[in-house]
């Protein structure tokens, strides 16, 4: 993926994705208290395709900062809370922000909402538009479940379609918030646009719950053979390599502490029956470290370690070559950043790519956290 179709992306990401949207609205209550913590990822995922639907570049799920929220006060229908970001590079900076889920008047649109929900509710429910209605509401759209660590949550669901007057740039974004709490546990805001030399381009934006059930898609924009993962750690990035047969998790958590993953991957994703798994490049033992399970549709893997301070994960179809001995040359050691040189999970060119998400990175998390219509 080139930077010229990478910043147009992120401009749509930034400026206009509640252009020509109305907001929401809903019949619940405070679902919060002070000193509750949740702790975000965000992260990046997007490919390039030509004319003709063939893919030409691909920018693999890549988390580039982590933040935790921590509720200070809740008075009345307002609640306040701050906000601390770890943008993974040394760096961090902090806000402070607030909604009224009467409302939804505040700093921290769509952040936190109204609990206790049902389908129709409007979000926020005392919402008025700039006419003094409630038409154009938000309002959910069903009340379903995910996994959060490892246990099943109610959530209450909402999608927002739109495209703009040319029918050039498509957006698709889909909020999850947990019903008891009214706290968003998962977003997912999608931008596709079609460039002038007719290449199709989308650029995805994750904020994801750290503990809710990851589902990563390998072809990134197709919704075919998803990888499933439950795990105690935090997943900074996901790569499959169709040449190689191989799935990459890179992940991370407090150095020394135990991990685990469960990793479900669909029997036609990889091309074989018998499998390596390795951490940082060193073979894990099955039925020590791992146990492997299957069934007609689906290949298990539960997998424990000890947490360093970034992991490489890897899962791929066995060549037969491969032996549970050291491999004969030295491991390469880590680089500043944690990552294994030797299995890097983003190329040069996606990491230019990074660079400029980066550099836009603020500008996405203010949009989320200081967007508000009236």
């Known amino acids: 993926m080139n930077q010229k179709n990478v910043l147009p992306l992120i401009f749509m990401l930034l400026v206009i994705p509640f252009i020509g949207l109305e907001s929401v609205s809903a019949a619940g209550g405070v679902g919060v208290s002070p000193g509750q913590v949740v702790e975000y990822s965000y992260a990046f995922s997007g490919t390039i395709r030509d004319s003709n639907d063939t893919l030409i570049s691909t920018l693999p799920f890549y988390v580039e900062n982590l933040e935790i929220n921590t509720i200070q006060e809740v008075s009345g229908t307002n609640v306040s809370f701050r906000c601390v970001r770890d943008l993974l590079n040394g760096t961090k900076n902090f806000g402070e922000y607030w909604i009224d889920l009467n409302t939804g008047d505040g700093s921290a649109w769509l952040v936190i909402i109204a609990s206790d929900l049902n389908p129709g509710d409007m979000v926020y429910p005392n919402w008025l538009n700039e006419n003094h209605t409630t038409v154009g509401a938000f309002r959910i759209n069903q009340t379903t479940s995910l996994m959060f660590r490892g246990e099943e949550i109610e959530v209450n669901y909402m999608q927002r379609m739109f495209t703009d007057e040319n ?19 998962k977003a997912t805001l999608t931008h596709s646009g079609i460039d002038v030399d007719g290449t199709f381009s989308t650029l995805t934006t994750h904020l994801q719950r750290v503990g809710l059930e990851n589902i990563f898609y390998p072809l990134i924009d197709l919704s075919v ?61 099955q039925n020590t470290d791992y146990t492997q399970t299957s069934d007609a549709t689906s290949y298990t893997f539960n997998i424990n370690y000890v947490h360093s301070a970034n992991n490489i994960l890897e899962i791929a179809v066995s060549d037969g070559t491969e032996t549970p001995e050291t491999p004969e040359t030295p491991e390469t050691p880590e680089t500043p950043n944690g990552e294994i040189s030797d299995a890097p999970l983003i190329t040069t060119e996606v990491a230019i790519i990074l660079v400029v998400v980066a550099v836009s990175l603020i500008g996405v998390v203010s949009f989320w956290l200081l967007k508000k219509r009236k």
């Open 225 to 285: 053979n998803p990888v499933t993962v439950n795990s105690n750690s935090v997943i900074l990035g996901f790569d499959f390599n169709e040449t190689k047969q191989n799935v990459i998790l890179n992940i991370t958590s407090s150095i020394g502490t135990s991990g685990y993953c469960e990793v479900v991957v669909p029997t036609g994703l990889l091309n074989g029956s018998t499998f390596v798994v390795k951490l940082d490049g060193s073979r894990l033992v």
């Open 167 to 185: 029918q050039t740039n498509f957006y698709n974004y889909n909020y999850y918030w947990e019903k008891s709490t009214g706290i968003l546990v």
